[in-house]
């Protein structure tokens, strides 16, 4: 869905973006390729916040250890970290340890058969090793003694005994694929990355929280933190999303204020080199209310906020907000004119 609306915004084929571009790859290394430094997004190493697979704290620490260095190597990032038992306690500590790197560790399902096969052992063997490992059955005495025979290492059969689940390759390329698109959307079409991903990803964005300067959103950020443990699922997400308001706001682009009459219900628009926010990232106002306002907006102007709620069905409390925030103009209560302004 974010690559479609990416496509949509950028008119570019995503199917023509090149899977070898450098600053593309200098994303998942650091954050130069964003012109920021990690400590205007709040000590984040790279620049992969945001991206699909790739903008958690538990990957980026992956891609810290890892180093990844091509898109091979985050294909088999991407399936050390959807496989159970693969990385934690096994691929990750046979890096730290030099044991292994990236591109020798067990990633993905595949990786084992064709080594095997290279190693010399029977690919019927190999195939029926990877199948048993990968389901989390391990290996049988017979199976290790082929595979020794063969030259395979202590380390390698050791990482096999402890896995659970393992990721097909081919699977994790396709996220990949889809995520290396987005990531060069973020470099090359800025606005249009934070419009798909506010848009479509952020599950928890306010714009009361988010659009009122970057300031106003740092304070936010440190009140957030200093709570720890005790934030609720929303306002952890509502976190998350800060992170990427916060970069937004670094790289130098900022929002324009909505307008009731311009914006749009469930996406963010770029208008004027800034971004106006969705109706629906007004705290408490829905979908349906968004899309109420939208459709009464076609009708013409409002003429009061009695007229505004009636057209619309949206709560008075949420209408109060609205003008709090300044999105109502000068718009009167009621459509009622007091005789007392005509003294």
């Not at 290790?144 to 096999?160: F, H, L, R, T």
């Not at 969705?278 to 306002?293: V, Y």
Request: one cysteine or more; hydrophobic letters at 40%.
């Amino acid at each position: 869905t974010m690559i479609r609306m990416l496509q949509d915004l950028t008119g570019i084929d995503p199917t023509t973006i090149p899977l070898d571009d450098t600053q593309v790859m200098s994303l998942f290394q650091n954050t130069s390729a964003l012109g920021i430094t990690p400590d205007q997004i709040d000590g984040c190493p790279v620049g992969s916040l945001g991206v699909p697979e790739f903008g958690t704290d538990f990957v980026i620490q992956m891609l810290l250890d890892t180093k990844p260095q091509s898109l091979s190597d985050l294909i088999r990032i991407s399936g050390l970290g959807h496989g159970t038992d693969v990385w934690l306690g096994n691929a990750q500590t046979l890096i730290l340890e030099g044991t292994a790197d990236i591109s020798s560790c067990i990633c993905c399902r595949d990786d084992i058969m064709i080594y095997l096969i290279s190693k010399g052992v029977d690919s019927a063997l190999s195939f029926t090793i990877m199948e048993s490992v990968r389901k989390g059955k391990g290996l049988k005495p017979e199976w290790e003694k082929a595979m020794k025979e063969k030259g395979v290492p202590d380390w390698y059969i050791w990482s096999c005994k402890k896995i659970k689940y393992m990721f097909p390759k081919a699977h994790a390329a396709a996220y990949v694929m889809m995520a290396w698109r987005i990531a060069y959307c973020k470099i090359n079409h800025p606005l249009a990355y934070y419009a798909s991903f506010f848009s479509i990803r952020a599950k928890a964005f306010s714009y009361e929280i988010m659009c009122q300067g970057q300031q106003h959103l740092e304070n936010m950020m440190a009140e957030y933190k200093s709570r720890g443990d005790s934030l609720s699922q929303k306002e952890q997400a509502s976190l998350r999303d800060m992170k990427i308001v916060q970069e937004m706001y670094a790289r130098g682009f900022d929002f324009t204020p909505i307008d009731i009459f311009k914006a749009h219900s469930r996406n963010f628009q770029i208008i004027d080199g800034k971004l106006m926010p969705s109706l629906n990232s007004i705290d408490g106002l829905g979908e349906t209310a968004a899309d109420a306002i939208v459709e009464a907006a076609k009708d013409g102007p409002f003429l009061s906020k009695d007229d505004l709620r009636q057209r619309t069905k949206v709560s008075k409390t949420v209408i109060d907000l609205m003008d709090s925030l300044n999105l109502l103009g000068k718009l009167p209560e009621s459509n009622q004119i007091s005789l007392f302004d005509f003294v």
